[in-house]
């Protein structure tokens, strides 16, 4: 059996998704930027909860409802604190919730991600004949597979579409897809210069790590 490299590439958001609205003061659909902010509201025990958004063109403020009317006991303690405090793992968490978003906003501005490690899985084989490449998405990214691989790879999206079909015979990757969290992409290495694609495929960008979400 060809041995076998394994690689799991952690992608990271350069930024948080944009929700359009009509912004009241230009008068028309802007994109809104998140401030990292949470506002809060106590009204009683019952408190509201807000991540505070600017317009890109005014700095008119939109505050996106992430909870109304709850009873503080009924929240957990580390939650509120985080709130409180603008945590910013938390800001994340909530920044990155683009179904919440769509709810509530004319269109969603996504944007790319980066990969901002590369890890071997395993033991690394003198010689491998084929790769296998796991994803890890933290929070969503909008890049489509094939042209994360060429980025990565430094191949072409028409050869990147050949050596994943040639090992993948019997299934139907869709690499015109975005990305998603735990896809797994294999690679025949005999199709192609296979010393190039492997140090590609597990050396780091410069620069990228510790990249704030």
């Known amino acids: 059996m060809p041995c076998t490299l394994r690689v799991r590439w952690t992608l ?35 408190l509201d909860a807000w991540l505070v958004y600017k317009c890109v063109s005014c700095d008119d403020t939109w505050n996106h409802t992430l ?67 796991f994803l890890s998405l933290p929070s969503p990214v909008s890049i489509r597979l094939d042209r ?13 579409a050949t050596i994943v079909r040639h090992d993948h015979p019997k299934t139907n990757i869709k690499l015109n897809r975005l990305a998603i969290d735990g896809s797994r992409i294999g690679i025949d290495l005999s199709q192609e210069c296979s010393e190039t694609i492997l140090l590609n495929a597990i050396r780091d960008r410069a620069g990228l790590r510790g990249e704030r979400l």
Do not use: Y
Request: aromatic content about 6%; overall charge positive; charged content about 35%.
């Open 12 to 46: 990271i958001a350069n930024r948080f998704p944009r929700p359009w609205r009509a912004c009241p003061r230009c008068g028309t659909q802007r994109a809104f930027e998140c401030s990292d902010k949470v506002r809060l509201n106590a009204n009683g025990r019952r």
């Open 67 to 133: 909870f109304e009317r709850r009873n503080a006991r009924d929240l957990d303690p580390d939650m509120l604190s985080g709130l409180e405090a603008n945590d910013p793992v938390l800001v994340s968490r909530f920044a990155f919730d683009v179904a919440a978003l769509r709810r509530v906003a004319h269109r969603v501005e996504e944007f790319a991600g980066s990969v901002a490690r590369k890890e071997v899985l395993g033991d690394r084989p003198d010689r491998p004949k084929r790769l296998e490449i």
């Open 148 to 160: 994360l691989l060429s980025m990565e790879l430094g191949l072409s999206r028409a050869r990147i």
